[in-house]
């Protein structure tokens, strides 16, 4: 399954973007999907998830500011971020497993499948 990031661009602090993640063919059920974020200089860390069944998990850093969500029959995962900050700032990644990406609310380093290439955001006044 190829995925395909698109979305990313500059925006100013308190501005929002929604990133799309394509797959190349539908994702099946069964599949977590998640989105993670690499700054520069900095290691890749997760950012949110949905699982199969469509509960999310997001990190501490971003939740109450995004919205992860999916459209299965269209096999597009969405990450809507609102009220960015300059730290938002990293090439940001979707990925997806087969499996569940959680276990008991704690999201599990598990490898995952597929990866896309990345989008860019830069959030700067």
């Known amino acids: 399954v190829g995925l395909v990031e698109s979305g990313g661009g500059s925006v100013q602090p308190g501005g929002s973007l929604r990133l799309t993640c394509a797959a190349s063919?539908?994702?099946?059920?069964?599949?977590?999907m998640a989105w993670f974020r690499q700054p520069p200089g900095l290691e890749r860390e997760g950012v949110a998830l949905i699982e199969s069944d469509s509960s999310t998990f997001y990190v501490d850093t971003v939740k109450g500011r995004a919205t992860v969500s999916k459209d299965r029959a269209r096999g597009i995962l969405y990450l809507q971020m609102n009220m960015l900050k300059p730290e938002d700032t990293a090439m940001y990644y979707c990925a997806a497993r087969l499996g569940r990406c959680t276990e008991y609310g704690i999201w599990v380093e598990y490898d995952f499948d597929f990866w896309g290439q990345g989008t860019q955001v830069t959030v700067t006044s």
């Open positions: 063919e539908s994702i099946a059920s069964g599949y977590c």
